[in-house]
C-alpha cells in the first residue's frame, strides 16, 4: 500500500506564473488535509477535503490560492501568480475518514524566483 | 482557537542520554489529540507518538514517552538512551477529537542535535 503521494517534490516558478502541486491519497482515504511550512517554521493549516467537497479552508489564503479534490485523480493545490512569499514546503495527508490518523506525504518544495 | 507553544527552539543531548522536550497547549475541549512528530532532513512528517486527552495514562513507543498534565495543558516528550537517528526538528501538534475539526495545530518545533 504505497503511502501519500506528492509531486513534484521540487518546483521552482518565476514570479507570476502559476504553481500546481499534486497529492495522490493512500488508497481507500476520501480526506485530504494540505499543511503549509515557511522557513524554519511549523506547519499550517490550509485546507481539508472530502472528494469533490471542500470541508474547511479557514488557512487558505483569500486571493490567488485554491484546491480542489475530484473525484478521480489526485487532489490538487493551485497558486497563481505566484510572489516570493508563497515559496514553502506544501504537505498533504490523507486519512480514511474524518477524525482518524492522517499520513503525511514528502512535501513539495516550492520556490519562487 | 487552539494554539500549541513549544519554548525551546533547539535542545541538544549527548548519545545514550535522556532529552525531555516542552509543549503548552491551549483549548476549550475536553476530548482531543495530541501528536509528537519528527521530521528530519529528508522532510517526511513521521508520527512518533499520540495521547487521547481522555486517557489518563501516558503514552509510550519505546524510547519515546510522554508526560501529560491535562489540568497544565502540558504535553512534553522524554527521548530515552538518544541515538544520532533521533536528530530532527520535533513538532508537538494538537487536534479536535471528532468531527470536521480534523485539522491538526502545530507548534513552532524543536531542533534536536546530538551529540557523540
Known amino acids: 500500500n504505497a503511502g501519500v503521494m506528492q509531486n513534484p517534490r521540487h518546483l521552482v516558478r518565476r514570479r507570476g506564473q502559476e504553481a500546481r502541486l499534486r497529492c495522490s491519497p493512500m488508497k481507500g482515504h476520501s480526506h485530504v488535509y494540505w499543511y503549509r511550512q515557511l522557513p524554519e517554521e511549523g506547519l499550517k493549516f490550509m485546507v481539508y477535503?472530502?472528494?469533490?467537497?471542500?470541508?474547511?479552508e479557514s488557512g487558505m489564503p483569500k486571493e490567488r490560492f485554491s484546491a480542489e479534490f475530484p473525484k478521480e485523480g489526485p487532489s490538487i493545490l493551485r497558486i497563481q501568480q505566484v510572489v516570493r512569499g508563497d515559496s514553502a514546503a506544501y504537505f498533504c495527508a490523507s486519512s480514511p475518514r474524518g477524525g482518524t490518523e492522517a499520513f503525511f506525504g514528502q512535501g513539495t518544495r516550492l520556490t519562487v524566483v | 482557537a487552539q494554539t500549541v507553544t513549544q519554548s525551546q527552539p533547539e535542545m541538544s543531548v549527548q548519545e545514550a542520554e535522556t532529552v525531555t522536550l516542552s509543549c503548552t497547549y491551549d483549548?476549550?475541549?475536553?476530548?482531543?489529540?495530541l501528536f509528537w512528530y519528527k521530521q528530519p532532513p529528508s522532510r517526511q512528517m513521521i508520527l512518533v507518538i499520540r495521547q487521547e486527552a481522555y486517557k489518563q495514562q501516558n503514552a509510550t513507543e519505546n524510547r519515546f514517552s510522554v508526560n501529560f498534565q491535562k489540568a497544565a495543558k502540558s504535553f512534553s516528550l522524554k527521548i530515552s538512551d538518544s541515538q544520532l537517528g533521533d536528530a530532527a526538528m520535533y513538532f508537538c501538534a494538537y487536534r479536535a477529537y471528532t468531527g470536521t475539526a480534523s485539522k491538526l495545530t502545530f507548534g513552532t518545533g524543536t531542533r534536536l542535535q546530538v551529540t557523540l
Open positions: 483549548t476549550s475541549e475536553s476530548d482531543y489529540y
Open positions: 477535503l472530502q472528494k469533490e467537497n471542500i470541508i474547511d
